[in-house]
Each structure stands twice: as C-alpha cells, then as structure tokens.
C-alpha cells in the first residue's frame, strides 16, 4: 500500500479522533485499496498502518453494521413468515438517521472523498447477508419485493427494537384481451353517483352504480388466488356501457396490487372466469407482462383501427343516393359524448373515418359498417 494512501488514511483516522469502523474506513478508500468489500479493506489499511483492532464507537456510522449482522436477517424471516409471501427477487432500501449521513458527507467533504455514499454500502451488505441466507435472489431491474430497512431509531436511548423492516410487494401484471358480449355492463367498477361510492339506499348499499363490470368479473378471481390487496384495470381506450366489444377483443393490462401468491394457473383462472361470466365476457391469451406494458397498451399503433356496426332505422324511406353519399364520407364530426360530458368539454372533434360500408335492410333501415 502506498504512502500516500496511508497518509490519506492517518488524515481520516485523526479526524474521527480513532473511533472509525472498518467498514467506514474502508468505503473512503474503495477506489484506491483492493479487498473484499470495504471491511476488508479497512482492516488492511489499519494493519498496514500497524493499528489496534476496531473495538467499537464509530462516529461515522455509530456501529450501524453491527446491526445488519444482528438483527436484520430474523426480522426478514419474521416478516415473510407473518406476511406469507411468495416471490423470487427482492432489492434492498434502507432509511438512515440525518445524523449518520451528514456525517458520512461532512467527512467526504472536507477530506476531498469521491467515494460511494454509506447508503449504498448499507443496502449492498444487507443484500449480500439475504442472499446468501434466502432462497431468493437480488434482482434491479424485476424484483418481486423491495425489502425496507429502517435505522432510524439507533441513535435513540432505551429503545427495545430500533431496527424496523417492511417488505414492499411490487405489484404483477396479466395482459390479454377481453370481449363484451352483452350490453349494459361497463369496462371497470362504476361508483354510484348518488352516493360516490360509500352506499347508499338508491345502490343497495353496494356503492356502486351497476352492479358487475368488465374488470371485477375477472378481478375478483385473480384476488383470490393472488391474496392480492386491490386490482386496477388497464384498457386500451373504452366502449360505451350500451354496446357490445366483438372481433379479437379490446387489450387490456390488470394490475394486482400486493400480491401475496405471484404464480398462479392463468389457464385455470381463466376457466373459472368463464363460469362466474355465464357468458357475459371473454378473456383471451392471459399472459404475464412486464409493467411497462400499462402504458404501452394505452398509446395506439398507427395500424391500430376500429370497425363499429350500427343498426340505422330512419323515420322516412332511405334512397340510393344517400347510402352512397354517407359511403363517401372520410371525416365526421363528433360531439363530446354525454357519458363523458361531466368531464370533457363539450365541443366538436372531427375523426377520420377509413372505410363506410351501407347495406340496405328494409326500406327504412340499414345496417353500417364503419371502420376507424
């Protein structure tokens, strides 16, 4: 080891008047000095320096490590055999007192320290420990829980527990698509707009304006195999509540929020969807997705169109001629439609229309197709 190093290491070691860990003493140097991890390398330092042992006292971090060793890995265990939850990945977050931090920065500071900050060293050695005593396994970019240390609470006197630890249960996400094959139910849970959803007489205290939608009648089934706490539904854009969702089907993402069972038969939900739906929806090609796709979904594909079938019945014959005019259209104007109005301004938006398609029924009624 270098001199200059050592004289650096002196420099600190005189400014936290001796009482530094080895952890702490070892993160200044991560740069510059190899080991195996920073309390590794502040041992070395420390004998190369021909230093007593670290007996305890750090000013830096106040023995925060002692915990980690300690008492972190059995509130982990604790908290997983309370919650019964079931995942494969994890990533570790921690909560520090300003006092440690500060500390931690005022040092770097005024030495001239360009080194990773105590947090960072934190969340590494408590994954280091869960990993190596778990099952499962870190994971930055798809963990299933983001298990949260709290240290707060160390500094203060004659506190019986001062480690707090709280597991984050990322949600999961099932992709597919659905069809609508009756009228009169909307896409998600319609509060009752008496009441705003708390119940009330004119709800049957249901809170709820109708009394089965698109969403729950899936939802309510994947709940129950996730133990998850709440779903939300993801569409790609919306049908009115009085008409039918045919073809291939609308996407949709479903989020189920806690979920404390992450494999489930998609196959089988589906098959018991089927019966709590008696008919009134489908749910194809149920597949577990990333969440990016919740935003995905809801932005259209240039490719993307829309074909709508109307049954027209007018009050006077229909002509030829007017069959052929409304086939001609390319542009319609649409005014805000009224179950949207109490939200959207009310004005007219003009819509391209790709195809219209007429076809007389009987002399006052015809059928259009209509694709968008």
Known sequence: MNQEILNKAEELINYTNGNICNHCLGRKFSDCVEGNGNEDRGIKIRESLNLEAYDGGCEICHDLFNFIEDDVLDLVNEKIELLKVEFDTFVVGCKLPKEIVEKDQEISDELDFDVEIIKKEVNREIGKLLEANLEQNVDFDGEDVLVMVDFRRILKEDIENPVKVRLQINPI??????????????????????????????????GKQYPESVEELLSETVLKHTNGYEAKFHGAGREDIDVRMLGTGRPFVLEIKEPKIRKIDLEKIAEEVAEVAEGKTEYLNLKFCERKRKAEIKVSSPDTYKVYRALVKCEDDIKEEDLEKLQSLQIIQQRTPIRVSHRRADKIRQKEVKNIEAEFIDSKTFEMIIKT
């Open 173 to 206: 996400f099932i992709e597919g698509r659905y069809r609508k094959l009756v009228r009169g139910i909307p896409q998600t849970k319609w509060p009752c707009t008496k009441c705003k959803g708390r119940g009330c007489e004119e709800c049957n205290f249901t």
